[in-house]
């Protein structure tokens, strides 16, 4: 299994714009299908997007697209979500998370095997 621990989160003014990180160890990065999740208070967890093994694909839920972009860097282990242009809608624990497999696009929380520990993001409007 991979471990995964996020960075980047904060309290930002609407329409600013943060970067996530998401640090990788343990079995080889590039075999894995990345994501990032959200959940906001008294909401289940959602789907934001996914990046494919070599980063060449990406999948983005509606409401982000346009604002933020997901990429990863393997030879790092690493893995960003750059959010622009946020509203308070975005306020969340955001979560990395990664799927062993050859499936493409992976959006179900159920499909992914770890999972980081989360970090905060607050909008404030």
């Known amino acids: 299994q991979v471990q995964l621990v996020e960075s980047g989160g904060g309290l930002v003014q609407a329409g600013g714009s943060l970067r996530l990180s998401c640090a990788a160890s343990g079995r080889s990065f590039s075999s894995y299908v990345m994501g990032w999740f959200r959940q906001a208070p008294g909401k289940e967890r959602e789907f934001v997007a996914a990046?494919?093994?070599?980063?060449?694909?990406?999948y983005y839920v509606e409401s982000v697209k346009g604002r933020f972009t997901i990429s990863r860097d393997n030879a790092k282990n690493t893995m960003y979500l750059q959010m622009n242009t946020l509203t308070p809608e975005d306020t969340a624990v955001y979560y990395c998370a990664a799927h062993y497999g050859s499936r493409w696009p992976v959006f179900g929380a159920n499909e992914y095997d770890s999972w980081g520990q989360g970090t905060q993001v607050t909008v404030s409007s």
């Open positions: 990046i494919s093994w070599s980063g060449a694909r990406t």
